[in-house]
């Protein structure tokens, strides 16, 4: 470039020398890159780059940096950020910790009302840059779909209840359940069956079904709950006084004299019962 004060300068000859009168150019080197605006880069050949002027400038010398959109792809578990084409890089090839998120897992993840997160949310990563009920939530189990153990029954409304985890417990859904030891509403001509305590009733309330049967038992003794039907605790009889008062007869068959006594604690249909009703 011609020097600064050209018009100063006499040469040594009539004819003036290029080192007289001429500076070298500068180069895009001497640019700090500090110099180039956002967005924009200092030339990879900014040492061969000579600046028309005397002195560079970021018009001389910066380009436009690349983009985020120039990486082909992220490492694995990363995902390319959703801004990739705004994203100018800090060089002119693109590294992944600029360009590249690492892909979230269920653990950012606050499940709504009546769900539940996925077993091992921390290794469950999502699709996207941000995670979803729906990857990472399941509906809560209710009740009915728990198949109780036995002696026990489920809860009422098992509909309406809803478990904790993923599946439900039998803590959760099911209540130990009613023996007919305590039933008491056989209907007429029926007793409550002699192992009472140990019928298991199927739901909260245990029904005639399930604790009574028709007339006598099977060893021809009548029981109803933890009394013997027959007992006679009338006045003056005493408490281990037995007759055959109240007795049950089968089928068509009566009872002969209501004041028999019987010979234990539980009449028999022979000590009572006979002829036609």
């Known amino acids: 470039l011609q020097r600064s004060n050209p018009s100063s300068i006499f040469c040594r000859n009539w004819v003036c020398a290029t080192e007289e009168c001429c500076v070298p150019a500068q180069t895009c080197a001497t640019l700090p890159a500090s110099s180039c605006p956002a967005g924009t880069l200092l030339l990879k050949n900014k040492a061969s780059k000579y600046c028309p002027a005397r002195v560079c400038t970021a018009k001389h010398c910066c380009l436009p940096a690349p983009t985020c959109a120039t990486v082909p792809s992220c490492p694995r578990y990363h995902l390319l950020r959703s ?14 910790a600029e360009c590249c998120s690492p ?13 539940v997160p996925f077993p091992n949310p921390s290794s ?22 728990m198949t109780c153990p036995v002696k026990t029954v489920p809860f009422p409304n098992a509909s309406s209840v809803f478990c904790r985890g993923l599946e439900c417990t039998a803590e959760e859904c099911c209540a130990p359940a009613l ?3 305590k039933f008491a509403s056989c209907p007429k001509n029926h007793l409550v069956r002699s192992n009472s305590s ?3 009733c199927r739901a909260g309330v245990c ?12 060893d021809g003794s009548v029981k109803s709950g933890r009394l013997e039907v027959g007992q006679d605790s009338g006045p003056g009889n005493g408490a281990l006084a037995h007759s ?24 028999k249909v022979e000590e009572c019962c006979g002829g036609s009703a």
């Open 244 to 267: 055959c008062r109240g007795m049950l007869c089968p089928n068509g068959m009566r009872i002969l004299v209501s004041s028999t006594r019987c010979a234990s604690r539980a009449c």
């Open 198 to 200: 140990s019928i298991f």
């Open 124 to 145: 469950t990563f999502c699709r996207g840059l941000e995670c979803t009920a729906e990857e990472c939530c399941a509906p809560v189990p209710t009740c009915a779909m």
């Open 179 to 181: 023996t007919c030891a």
């Open 103 to 115: 892909v979230p897992t269920c653990t950012t993840v606050t499940c709504p009302a009546k769900t």
């Open 83 to 96: 801004n990739a084409s705004s994203i100018f890089c800090r060089s002119w090839v693109c590294n992944f």
């Open 207 to 218: 029904t005639s079904e399930e604790c009574c049967i028709p007339g006598a038992d099977s």
